[in-house]
């Protein structure tokens, strides 16, 4: 899979920790910023006044033919500085599409970052229109 950088309408839902998988929330809907560096996958909240929010950041993990597979990172990478990373875990799957087909994203994950430990659950498609500007790590 090559570079990207999109924009991403997203619907999440939340989770219950103990089975992340299972919604527990109707959906609300978010747009996110998602990029692929060489291996690394970023996930970032792009707020209604068009700022850009908290990030996520994942592993390549394997790469099948219908799908590619990321691990989500609790720590970033130790060659990046990022004062929006949000520590979670989980799993992200970027699913192969044809030609011209948008992509699609789902994830699974939990995290603590609010003192108690949540689940949730991301089902994107990409947008139409620019991702965001450049930002360095």
């Not at 959906?27 to 909240?45: K, Y």
């Not at 989980?90 to 699913?95: E, H, K, P």
Request: aromatic letters at 8%.
């Amino acid at each position: 899979m090559a570079d990207f950088s999109i924009r991403m309408k997203n619907r999440l839902q939340f989770s219950n920790s103990e089975a992340p998988h299972i919604p527990t929330s109707k959906p609300h809907q978010e747009t996110l910023i998602v990029e692929l560096r060489g291996d690394l996958l970023t996930i970032t909240e792009r707020r209604a006044d068009g700022r850009l929010g908290s990030r996520i950041y994942a592993q390549r993990a394997i790469d099948l033919p219908e799908a590619f597979i990321f691990t989500i990172l609790p720590e970033l990478p130790s060659h990046v500085r990022d004062g929006s990373f949000f520590s979670a875990l989980g799993t992200v799957a970027i699913l192969a599409t044809g030609p011209g087909e948008p992509r699609r994203l789902r994830a699974v994950g939990t995290d603590k970052n609010s003192g108690r430990y949540h689940g949730w659950i991301f089902d994107a498609i990409e947008a139409n229109g620019p991702a965001a500007q450049p930002r360095s790590c």
